[in-house]
């Protein structure tokens, strides 16, 4: 089969996957066997909870990550049945539930957030005030790529949807 992409375009992708196998090492350190995602969690938790406060919300956590409530909860079982996190009643409504990290779960967070801050940290001397500002750059450039992408997919994906819907609606039939 022949390629239909670019050498640049061949090399980013080769270049892409080189960060995936060193995502798959064995990690050491606070988050040792974890999922990125519950990293995250976590620090989401460590910067919007201060320690006695009721907690936060499902439903927050969830808009927060960008990822649905369900994901957030199996996120939330693993985490408590370690030790790291603590479900309680919202005071104002006894249906609710708050999520706290446990005193454990500040442990490890901290010395998750002190090791990823030594890791960028490292980085940034690494490649020097000029190419870390570039890094930056382009990082951000690519993100905006990625979402403009993203957000003309969704249009097209409407306009389609659209089109069907008014070519049911010719033909005397109701879309589903």
């Known amino acids: 089969m022949e390629s239909r992409i670019s050498p640049l375009a061949r090399e ?11 995502g798959k090492k064995n990690h050491r350190g606070p988050m040792a066997g974890r999922k990125q ?7 989401v938790l460590r910067s919007h909870v201060d320690h ?6 499902v439903s927050e956590l969830s808009r927060i990550l960008d990822v649905t409530s369900p994901t957030v909860t199996q996120l939330i079982k693993g985490l408590e049945s370690d030790g790291l996190v603590a479900r309680s009643p919202d005071p104002a409504d006894r ?3 708050r999520i706290t990290l446990t005193d454990e779960g500040v442990r490890v967070t901290d010395s998750f957030i002190r090791e990823m801050e030594s890791m960028v940290g490292g980085l940034t001397e690494y490649l020097g005030e000029d190419d870390t500002r570039q890094f930056i750059h382009l990082l951000n450039r690519t993100h905006d790529y990625f ?3 993203e957000e003309r997919e969704r249009q097209e994906e409407e306009e389609i949807g659209q089109e069907r819907d008014a070519e049911a609606s010719d033909k005397g039939e109701r879309p589903l």
Do not use: K
Request: glycine share 10%; net charge positive; proline share 3%.
């Open 12 to 22: 980013l992708m080769i270049t892409f996957r080189r960060f995936q196998h060193r």
């Open 52 to 57: 006695g406060e009721p907690g936060i919300m």
């Open 95 to 97: 249906r609710a539930v």
């Open 37 to 43: 995602s519950e990293g995250m969690l976590l620090m």
């Open 147 to 149: 979402a403009l992408r």
